[in-house]
């Protein structure tokens, strides 16, 4: 069988045929397939997309394709400048690649593909290409799904912030938190009220009247949007940014207490962020033993962290009467603590205490814990080596792995 049968078989150009196949140079390490117009076929202007008649023809042009058998192959081609009434002496356009691009569109598919599976330089090394290129693929890929992608039936949406640069960055990201649809639909730089503007300004009106349920956490800016934007939507405050406060609240406390007792000669509180930290179900059997040692102590990092364990009770409840019951006991002894992080904290849930209860009202209706799971995804990409040199290449890289963005037929038989 000939190279130009199975080149045929997976990818046959309209208005084109494929011709000599031959080696590129005597270390045969690389093979040429050229590529000629089919019969009398005109080529089709790239400015208005219409076939026109050829002007001339441009210098060759070679077009990396994806390899077989690790030998590397190029589609080599003459384009034509078109005659177009319309846009004057124009470059035709190609169907196997974008604009300028000087590799295949199914090599870009290929590589972007691949690049969810491995890090961008891990692929730009197993295909014998570079960085950048692994990098081109995966925004070409990311671009296309987003512009085909389908935004209809969203019915609850989650609003997430990430720091980077050591926290002084923000990114806001808004992800489908659906039952059993979770993906990342849009990404903003920063987070303020103009940052989350920007992304009903871009879900549109009548997509964001059918909103249902709309998670956050509590900062101002968001809710003020929220709000303003989408009053119809239950407006929750998610488990897991709540979960966080504590958690922040708690390392406060114990990283001053630790200071202090360090002063003192005290090592008790060594190392115990994480373990404090950690929810109790996954502590392993001799950090269960640590922390009992470490809960005989009277100290304020203990008191935090039993009111922590203790609040975590309310998510089990199911009479609303309960809940606000076991709320309002929670806050007065919280406020009673002396314990100034832990006491803000309690003054912070009681002026949300409404978003704080419609997470009962919501549940069962929304992926539970999608955000929590969506943030730690977030974080694992970012996190990954990806050689993800600006915020830019991050976007891509998030949008690329979380977004569950389509693409096109041709391209699922790379994965
Ligand atoms: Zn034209």
Redesign the pocket.
């Known amino acids: 069988m000939q190279l130009k049968v199975i080149l045929n078989h997976i990818e046959r150009h309209h208005g084109f045929v494929y011709d000599l196949v031959t080696w590129t140079d005597s270390s045969k390490r690389s093979l040429d397939v050229s590529v000629r117009p089919h019969g009398r076929s005109r080529g089709v202007?790239?400015?208005?997309?219409?076939r026109?008649p050829t002007y001339d023809h441009l210098p060759t042009r070679r077009y990396l394709f994806i390899p077989i058998w690790t030998i590397v192959v190029y589609l080599v081609y003459r384009p034509r400048r078109?005659n177009?009434?319309?846009?004057g002496v124009?470059v035709e356009r190609v169907p196997w690649a974008n604009g300028k691009e000087r590799i295949t569109l199914s090599f870009q598919w290929f590589l972007a593909c691949w690049a969810k599976k491995l890090s961008w330089s891990e692929t730009a090394r197993s295909f014998g290409t570079s960085w950048d290129t692994v990098f081109r693929a995966v925004k070409m890929a990311v671009c296309w799904g987003l512009r085909h992608r389908d935004l209809e039936g969203i019915q609850a949406i989650g609003i997430d912030e990430i720091a980077f640069k050591k926290g002084h960055k923000y990114m806001t990201l808004v992800y489908q938190i659906d039952r059993g649809h979770r993906r990342l639909l849009w990404i903003g730089e920063d987070r303020t009220k103009a940052t989350l503007r920007r992304f009903f300004r871009l879900f549109g009106k009548r997509r964001t009247s059918t909103l249902k349920y709309i998670c956050s956490d509590m900062w101002k800016p968001y809710l003020a949007v929220v709000a303003a934007e989408a009053n119809q939507a239950l407006h929750i405050l998610d488990r897991f940014h709540i979960v966080q406060m504590f958690n922040k609240a708690l390392n406060q406390v114990r990283a001053e207490e630790a200071r202090r007792l360090k002063e003192l000669g005290h090592t008790v509180l060594k190392n115990t962020r994480w373990l404090l930290l950690k929810s109790r179900r996954h502590l392993q059997r001799s950090e269960v033993l640590r922390l009992k040692e470490l809960v005989s102590h009277n100290l304020k990092t203990v008191k935090c962290y039993l009111m922590k364990e203790d609040f975590q009770r309310i998510w089990d409840y199911k009479q609303q009467w309960r809940i606000g019951y076991f709320f309002q006991d929670w806050v007065d002894r919280a406020k009673r603590t002396r314990i100034k992080p832990m006491q803000t904290l309690a003054k912070t849930l009681e002026s949300h205490a409404e978003q704080l209860f419609n997470w009962f009202e919501a549940k069962g209706e929304i992926s539970a814990g999608a955000v929590e799971g969506m943030n730690l995804k977030v974080k694992l990409t970012t996190r990954r080596s990806y050689g993800l040199r600006s915020k830019n290449t991050v976007k891509y890289a998030l949008y690329h792995n979380l977004g569950h963005l389509p693409e096109p037929e041709s391209a699922h038989r790379f994965c």
């Open positions: 202007c790239s400015g208005c997309g219409k026109r078109v177009c009434p319309a846009c124009r």
